[in-house]
């Protein structure tokens, strides 16, 4: 499975954006979906995550209340919505598929992975 990811830019402090992750080649059928960040000279660090079923949905503290990750099957995409951003929130962000999994933050669990896209919050 091919995935895209998209949807980043340059936005300001207290902005909104919403990032989406397209899968193509196979469907996201039976596989969760996490989304990552890399910020410069900074190790990749886990988002957010979604089970196949959607019932499953974790974050990471430093966005809890302020991202919101979501699926729509139809269209077989994931999305990411990020609001009040702020600067720690500048980064590549790369979605990954893989089984469902408890350790959705560990890299490891994910089998296939996007090229990222980049987000810049100017302060």
């Known amino acids: 499975v091919q995935l895209q990811a998209s949807g980043g830019g340059l936005v300001q402090a207290g902005d909104s954006l919403t990032l989406s992750c397209a899968a193509s080649?196979?469907?996201?059928?039976?596989?969760?979906v996490g989304w990552f960040r890399q910020a410069p000279e900074k190790e990749r660090e886990s988002v957010a995550y979604?089970?196949?079923?959607?019932?499953?949905?974790y974050y990471a503290d430093s966005v809890k209340g302020r991202f919101t990750i979501s699926k729509d099957n139809a269209k077989n995409t994931v999305y990411l919505q990020m609001n009040s951003l702020n600067s720690d929130d500048t980064a590549v962000y790369y979605c990954a598929s893989g089984p469902s999994t408890t350790k959705w933050y560990l890299f490891r669990q994910y089998r296939y992975w996007g090229q990222g896209t980049l987000v810049t919050v100017s302060s």
């Open positions: 979604i089970s196949w079923s959607g019932d499953r949905l």
């Open positions: 080649g196979r469907t996201f059928s039976g596989y969760a």
